[in-house]
């Protein structure tokens, strides 16, 4: 009987493993028609300057509209990253990012220090001819390099550090910047650390959130602009959500800002009116 019921669970472990891995192959594929049905799009969230309140960028964040339903990226991008679709879907949000970098840099000609932030995955930083693409699409736009920031995660940074020294390093060559994104949720080594090519440090929300009360994150935080400030990156916060999280941080003179507290990742519309108000935020 023991035996019977054994086999039966292992049964029902398979099923739902099965239909686990029937519907991300589904979702998979339909994410590979994603693109030409254009069910993608992108929101762009304010970064704010955490010294004089002025938006001084936005990140561009991945959105899809699938059949299914508006599906989040937590979800999707990892499923994305597995199969390789990411390398489709990451060239799209570069192109559509560009694009719309172009157009403001056109109608807001005042705001000529305004930066895009586009992520970037590791699949696809490591992919053949990834610096040669983000060349062509700067060349497409004519946008100017320095307004665009790639941002590359720690760990993704620190998979194969020798190889991301190289990668940074020919992509700062085209003149964009380099952010280390989710920082402090990685492994880095600070002698691998001290060798990529890169400009800004992300520090992840998980130190961010609850500055204001948590002493740890406290600590945390202040080590990390610290070490950032020694290696002349500028520090952007990510998920401020209070303004205790915001008073903390310009305590420790962190450099920029971005979390609901100043605005959630907004709609095209919305950032173009945000650019045209152009009043700094409350800090
Ligand atoms: P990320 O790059 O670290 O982006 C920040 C995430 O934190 C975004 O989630 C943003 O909406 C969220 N966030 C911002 N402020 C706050 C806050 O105050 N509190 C909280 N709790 N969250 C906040 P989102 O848009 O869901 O994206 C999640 C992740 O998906 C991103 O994390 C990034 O790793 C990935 N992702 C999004 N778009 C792309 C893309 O175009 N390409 C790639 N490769 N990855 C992307
Ligand atoms: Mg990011
Ligand atoms: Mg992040
Ligand atoms: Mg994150």
Redo the contacts with the bound molecule.
């Keep these: 009987l023991a035996k019977e019921k054994g086999r039966h669970r292992i049964a029902v472990f398979d099923d739902a493993l099965r239909q686990r891995t029937v519907a991300r192959s589904k979702m998979d594929q339909a994410l590979r028609y994603a693109v030409e049905r254009n069910e993608l799009f992108?929101?762009y969230?304010p970064k704010v300057s955490l010294q004089t309140g002025k938006l001084c960028g936005f990140?561009?964040?991945?959105r899809w509209r699938s059949a299914q339903g508006l599906i989040?990226?937590?979800e999707f991008?990892p499923l994305a990253?597995e199969s390789g679709t990411?390398i489709q879907?990451?060239h799209w949000?570069l192109r559509a990012a560009c694009r719309q970098l172009r157009q403001w840099q056109n109608d807001y000609p005042a705001l000529d220090d305004l930066t895009v932030a586009?992520?970037?995955?590791v699949r696809?930083l490591f992919q053949d001819g990834f610096v040669e693409s983000v060349q062509a699409i700067i060349d497409e736009f004519g946008i100017y390099p320095s307004a665009l920031e790639l941002?590359i995660?720690e760990s993704a940074a620190m998979s194969n550090p020798a190889q991301a020294v190289r990668l940074l390093s020919d992509l700062k060559r085209s003149g964009v910047r380099i952010a280390l994104?989710?920082f402090g949720t990685g492994y880095s080594s600070l002698a691998h650390l001290q060798k990529l090519p890169i400009d800004v440090l992300?520090i992840?929300?998980a130190f961010v959130?609850g500055l204001g009360e948590r002493r740890e994150n406290a600590e945390i935080a202040k080590l990390v602009i610290a070490l950032a400030k020694t290696l002349n990156l500028e520090t952007v916060a990510?998920?401020?959500?209070t303004t205790d999280d915001m008073r903390a941080l310009q305590k420790l003179q962190a450099d920029i800002a971005?979390?609901?507290?100043f605005s959630?990742?907004m709609s095209v519309n919305e950032a173009e009116q945000q650019l045209r108000i152009g009043s700094p935020y409350l800090v």
């Design positions: 992108l929101m969230q990140e561009a964040l991945m989040s990226p937590v991008i990253e990411i879907l990451g949000a586009v992520n970037v995955s696809q941002e995660t994104d989710d992300k992840d929300r959130n990510e998920g401020v959500e971005q979390g609901y507290l959630r990742p």
